[in-house]
């Protein structure tokens, strides 16, 4: 009897084991094609950034460990272009979170037409990249752009070279950046407005709460998890900035307008200096990563 009943067992585990491995089976190899495309090109970069790697040279690439580090830290120009990554973020993006918080509080009342200009909103994200450079260019043109025209029209001068002056230049890029992703973070910002129950405001009405009151105790507090998800995307992308600084200025005049993408670009793709280029992408990838930490972090501490 013993042997009859103890292969039904064995085959009701072996369908068990089956049954909670399966999945993990048949994920596992979409998950090692991942896998191998994210993280082996980010090895291949953080070995290659200990390493001489000069391709107009004929000689080998060679391991110099953190000498590309070292003459990062001691590169004028790498921090003349971090000075104005770090102004494109904290002028951009909090710019984009002002404005886009104030036109998601507006859009979140009814009034008639209300879907037309909500879908109008959309349209500077479904622009490219490159066209909105193309754009801006024609906008800031200091002969037959509108802008200059507009200036000299209302006699406020005669214009200025907004691109090609070191004290414009940056501030120009700046305002199409801020054009083309505060319609972003006012979508995502409106989302999170209607998320926000109705019953809490009217809590607040029958405690004889001011409108600032409601929109600093309530709607700011319960918003605030998403205002950090929206600067979370938005930091990422204004460290990866490239193609509005080429296009508009190509970093210029000298280097007044130079980020740090488009540095390292520049490093590597100019200049072939493998080694330093990404040693310059993997400091890039650490500021990154420290920052979207703390926000991530911030966020948790919100929910507890």
């Not at 801006?136 to 907004?162: C, D, K, Q």
């Amino acid at each position: 009897m013993n042997r009859v009943t103890a292969a039904p067992v064995k085959g009701r585990d072996f369908n068990s084991w089956i049954d909670k491995r399966l999945p993990v089976l048949f994920v596992a190899p979409v998950v090692g094609i991942l896998l191998t495309l994210a993280i082996g090109p980010l090895l291949f970069i953080f070995i290659t950034s200990f390493m001489s790697w000069e391709l107009v040279s004929a000689a080998a690439p060679q391991f110099i460990w953190f000498r590309n580090y070292l003459n990062i830290v001691l590169d004028s120009r790498f921090w003349n272009a971090m000075k104005n990554t770090l102004i494109l973020l904290v002028g951009g993006v909090g710019l984009q979170l002002v404005l886009g918080l104030i036109t998601a509080l507006l859009l979140n009342r009814e009034f008639k037409l209300k879907r037309v200009v909500t879908s109008l909103f959309l349209i500077p994200i479904t622009i490219a990249p490159v066209v909105v450079g193309f754009q801006w260019r024609v906008i800031y043109h200091e002969s037959f752009g509108p802008l200059n025209y507009i200036i000299r029209m209302l006699r406020l001068g005669n214009g200025f070279a907004w691109l090609a002056d070191t004290r414009t230049a940056l501030f120009s890029i700046l305002v199409a950046e801020v054009w083309q992703w505060t319609p972003f973070v006012t979508i995502v910002l409106l989302a999170g407005l209607q998320s926000i129950s109705p019953r809490v405001y009217e809590a607040a009405n029958v405690d004889g709460a001011t409108p600032w009151q409601v929109f600093r105790r309530v709607t700011l507090p319960l918003l605030k998890p998403t205002i950090i998800i929206v600067a979370l995307f938005r930091v990422m992308d204004v460290f990866k900035i490239f193609d509005l600084v080429f296009l508009l200025t190509g970093g210029g005049p000298g280097t007044a307008s130079e980020s740090v993408s488009l540095y390292t670009y520049i490093n590597g793709f100019r200049y072939f200096s493998m080694g330093y280029a990404t040693a310059l992408a993997v400091i890039q990838l650490l500021i990154v990563t420290i920052i979207c930490m703390n926000l991530v972090k911030m966020m948790k501490v919100r929910r507890a």
